[in-house]
């Protein structure tokens, strides 16, 4: 599979949006904010994985993004078991 398909299409989009909005509250973001900022990431992610598999981006900037995008989710991935393993409830 290509890496649109994989990770910017629309089941790989809804994990990073979640993620990048939850971190953003934790760090004050609230209402309407996080909503927008939602809306936003959401679009982003979207055009930028459809301009990818209709070949509108240079393959010379693919692994780029590919390696950004990953360390996004590898960022969120960390934070997540973070506040899994400090929680006091747990």
Known sequence: MEFPTIVLGAVGIIP???GIVEAAKKLGIEGKGSF?????????FAAL?????QGLIPAVA???IA?????IGGGLAATGLYDFATRKDA
């Open 16 to 18: 990073l949006v979640l």
């Open 36 to 44: 927008g900022l939602a809306i936003g990431l959401g679009g982003a």
């Open 49 to 53: 994985g459809e301009s990818m598999a």
């Open 62 to 64: 693919l692994p780029w």
């Open 67 to 71: 390696v950004g995008v990953a360390g």
